[in-house]
């Protein structure tokens, strides 16, 4: 049998548009829909919609405070049902964070069961987890049966979800926010309720206030796990006057002295966000890797409460030094960011300050307040209207009775007899039998006088914006009531200081283990430590054409200074040097020096001594040694040289005498206090030369006399008395040295 041969397909009409422009709609498409449903909150009720539905849809499962709770099954399965289709373990997760007192400052989901812990452990699948809103989700979801918003189709028609919550607490800011959208990003810290409710009740007197004002009442943020901000007062204000910002928090921490002169830092919080398990785990890293010098041991000894224990390597260690080493190294000091970017009124993405956002909640509070006294309106001018029709037939009982058992339509004819409205007449005829019993004239009277009293009141309120304000401001105050500083889920968690100061030296000298060690430079420039002071170097190896230069004694805590013929001086970090394996690393991997440059002389910086510093044509001047510190590659410029003079000489200021040995073998004494002191310059004229350059300088006591090195390598001397046909005077061009060596260096440099 053969295959039935199927009609033609009449081809689809085919449409062309141009690839950029399907693109540019495409993606803009997609940008939209993730800044404004999933990426950024709202400025009123503060939060996403995934959020958003998450509450309203136990609001549906009457799930409120002190109701049982119910497994986080049946709410995922419903609110994915209903109102987000994006699947259930994005669902869970949102709901988990909501639950988490360490993630949310005012948890808005009361959970039972494991829902994750500081440490990072993930949160138990939703069939073993329960739940149920909190206090803090029933006051944002307050007035939402009574038209207090607007509500819009959920995404397949069959239902209708709210589009905002009426947010009677200031979520925004008191919870916070964390969210990537397409080309913009929204980090919201938490923030203390109480605060915030004060802020506003002073915006709503003074509604111009600017955020600075505003800052009176919100120091800043307040997170769940405590902290301490060290951020100064003037960068706190400009992060809430511009809406960006970030802030500086760091840990809690404790002395508590142990036995025999001993102690220990213990840390009781840390800072927002941070994983405690993946803290010590770096901790523990760094301390193997020798990097934390000053600490011997962590100890995590935390149970409900966070207690990590930091064990000092020796009872002499600096305890505010040993915290400020693992606050520059760990997360132990966390910098947490602000952007208040927020969909005002539901649709514009925007950045505002503290007083704009609280503003926007204000305004919706109001408007939320417009919106249910206006449905409570409706509600009491429609029972009035029914008890003016019951009072009319309490009145005639026997006459209405007879017209429903007797007219075979009752509605019109009741209309018609007691000229009662639709509304009325619908009232009695829908009225059970049982409730014939209770129609007494003066409970009907009594329930119409209250009424109309109400009633006077919510038509005052729709007509005045002061009343508006003085009901939005007493609703302001029982959240403040409710979550005061003196309430356990109100008081502050987080306060301020300033950063200690301590000294750069010691700060980077901790983050180094102190050992001796020996630099080892070649002829080329190539630099490598040994471990210990090697006194014996023969047995070290060299790249091709390179040998030995010279080698001196340091620590790995060490600073080494590199006077360059540039005139800069550069500093380089012995830790930062390669070790003894291999011929080491050129000297210019580590700092910026050009290539037509060399090395004058490289030593140790020890901090207190003075230099005489000389360029080749004849220019110098002393130096304190702390003044050729620089903290950059570039180095720092001490000696002006311009090509093709330059930097060529160095010596140790000790004594009262300056030598000074030109290229052409002349040599000149003169009184060092005629060598001015500066931190930067050219210098004066030391030597007088006509065809010649300077070789080398050096200071010495006089009545030591002047010490050199010979050709061999020995010491050689002249007394005072031997010097006295080279005595003179500064820019002599001096006498012939003899006896001095023929290279023209007095070989003692750097001492």
Same mark, same amino acid.
């Given at each position: 049998?053969?295959?039935?041969?199927?009609?033609?397909?009449?081809?689809?009409? /085919?449409?062309?548009?141009?690839?950029?422009?399907?693109?540019?709609?495409?993606?803009?498409a997609y940008a939209l829909s993730t800044i404004m449903h999933r990426a950024l909150p709202d400025a009123r009720d503060g939060l996403k919609p995934v959020h958003r539905r998450i509450l309203y849809g136990m609001r549906l499962l009457r799930l409120d405070p002190g109701t049982p709770f119910k497994k986080s099954a049946k709410i995922v399965g419903d609110v994915m049902g209903s109102f987000h289709p994006h699947g259930d373990q994005a669902i869970y997760d949102a709901m988990v964070?909501?639950?988490?007192?360490?993630?949310?400052r005012y948890p808005l989901v009361d959970g039972q069961g494991n829902f994750g812990n500081v440490d990072g452990d993930n949160a138990a699948a939703y069939r073993y987890t329960e739940a149920r809103m909190t206090e803090v989700a029933r006051l944002l979801l307050e007035g939402i049966d009574e038209d207090g918003v607007e509500f819009r189709a959920n995404y397949d028609g069959q239902t209708k979800e709210p589009s905002v919550l009426p947010g009677g607490f200031p979520n925004l800011?008191?919870?916070?926010?964390?969210? /990537?959208?397409?080309?913009?990003?929204?980090?919201?810290?938490?923030? =203390?309720?109480?605060?915030?409710?004060?802020?506003?009740?002073?915006? !709503?007197?003074?509604?111009?206030?600017?955020?600075?004002?505003?800052?009176k009442w919100v120091k800043g943020p307040d997170f769940p796990t405590g902290g301490i901000i060290v951020d100064s007062k003037e960068a706190i204000t400009e992060a809430y006057m511009t809406g960006r910002g970030s802030f500086r928090t760091r840990a809690r921490w404790?002395?508590?002295? &142990?036995?025999?002169?001993?102690?220990?830092?213990?840390?009781t919080? !840390?800072?927002?966000?941070?994983?405690? +398990?993946?803290?010590?785990?770096? /901790?523990?890293?760094?301390? =193997?890797?020798?990097?934390?010098?000053?600490?011997?041991?962590?100890?995590?000894?935390?149970?409900?409460?966070?207690?990590?224990?930091?064990?000092?390597?020796?009872?002499?260690?600096?305890p505010e030094l040993m915290m400020e080493s693992l606050f520059r190294l760990t997360e132990l000091e966390s910098k947490i960011p602000l952007n208040l970017n927020v969909l005002v009124k539901g649709r514009i993405p925007k950045v505002l300050g503290l007083a704009e956002c609280l503003r926007e909640w204000l305004d919706h509070l109001r408007d939320v307040l417009l919106r249910r006294s206006n449905y409570r309106k409706e509600q009491i001018e429609h029972r009035l209207e029914v008890l003016g029709g019951y009072l009319i037939a309490y009145l005639n009982i026997d006459r209405v009775i007879k017209i429903i058992r007797t007219e075979d339509e009752p509605k019109p004819a009741l209309m018609k007899a007691f000229k009662l409205t639709e509304v009325q007449a619908d009232a009695i005829?829908?009225?059970?039998?049982?409730?014939?019993?209770?129609?007494?004239?003066?409970? /009907?009277?009594?329930?119409?006088? =209250?009424?109309?009293?109400?009633?006077?009141?919510?038509?005052?309120?729709?007509?005045?914006?002061?009343e508006q304000w003085s009901k939005v401001s007493e609703q302001v105050r029982k959240v403040r009531d409710i979550f005061g500083p003196k309430t356990p889920l109100g008081k502050r968690r987080t306060t301020f200081a300033d950063a200690p100061e301590h000294d750069l030296a010691a700060i980077e000298e901790a983050f180094v283990e102190r050992e001796p060690c020996t630099v080892v430079i070649s002829e080329k420039g190539w630099v490598r430590t040994l471990k210990g002071h090697v006194a014996d170097l023969s047995g070290l190896? %060299?790249?091709?054409?390179d040998k030995l230069d010279h080698a001196f004694f340091a620590e790995t805590t060490s600073k080494l200074l590199v006077f360059a013929t540039n005139g800069r001086f550069y500093s380089l970090d012995v830790a930062k040097l390669p070790?003894?394996?291999?011929?080491?690393?050129? !000297?210019?991997? %580590?700092?910026?020096?050009?290539?037509?440059?060399?090395?004058?002389?490289?030593?140790? =910086?020890? &901090?207190?001594?003075?230099?005489?510093?000389? +360029? +080749?044509?004849?220019? &110098? %001047?002393?130096?304190?040694?702390?003044?050729?510190?620089?903290?950059?590659?570039? &180095?720092?410029q001490v000696l002006n040289v311009e090509m093709p003079n330059e930097a060529c000489a160095i010596a140790t200021v000790a004594g009262d005498t300056v030598a000074v040995i030109g290229t052409n073998h002349k040599m000149v004494l003169f009184p060092l206090d005629q060598v001015p002191e500066m931190a930067r310059g050219r210098g004066v004229r030391l030597q007088k030369y006509t065809s010649a350059s300077l070789s080398d300088v050096a200071t010495f006591d006089s009545k030591a006399g002047l010490a050199w090195k010979d050709s061999a390598g020995r010491d050689q001397s002249m007394s005072w008395k031997e010097l006295a046909d080279w005595r003179g005077n500064r820019a002599d061009a001096g006498r012939l040295a003899h006896g001095l060596p023929k290279s023209n260096k007095f070989g003692r440099g750097v001492e």
């Open positions: 049998m053969g295959k039935r041969q199927l009609p033609p397909e009449e081809p689809a009409e /085919i449409h062309e548009v141009p690839l950029r422009d399907a693109l540019e709609e495409r993606y803009l964070r909501l639950a988490q007192d360490f993630s949310s800011l008191a919870n916070g926010a964390q969210g /990537i959208a397409v080309g913009m990003a929204t980090s919201i810290p938490p923030h =203390n309720a109480a605060e915030l409710c004060d802020a506003a009740l002073h915006l !709503i007197e003074k509604p111009d206030a600017k955020s600075k004002a505003l800052l404790t002395q508590e002295e &142990g036995a025999r002169g001993t102690w220990v830092v213990v840390i919080e !840390i800072p927002w966000l941070v994983q405690k +398990s993946r803290l010590v785990e770096k /901790i523990a890293e760094l301390l =193997n890797e020798k990097k934390l010098p000053l600490v011997g041991d962590v100890r995590d000894e935390s149970a409900e409460d966070i207690r990590l224990v930091i064990e000092p390597k020796s009872r002499a260690v600096d005829l829908n009225m059970r039998l049982r409730s014939l019993r209770k129609l007494e004239e003066f409970e /009907i009277r009594t329930e119409d006088k =209250n009424l109309r009293a109400e009633l006077k009141g919510i038509k005052g309120i729709l007509g005045s914006e002061t190896t %060299f790249k091709t054409d070790g003894g394996r291999g011929h080491g690393e050129p !000297i210019r991997m %580590f700092i910026d020096m050009e290539q037509e440059t060399a090395i004058v002389s490289l030593f140790v =910086n020890k &901090g207190e001594r003075k230099f005489l510093i000389a +360029s +080749s044509e004849g220019q &110098g %001047f002393i130096v304190k040694e702390e003044d050729c510190v620089g903290n950059t590659r570039k &180095g720092k």
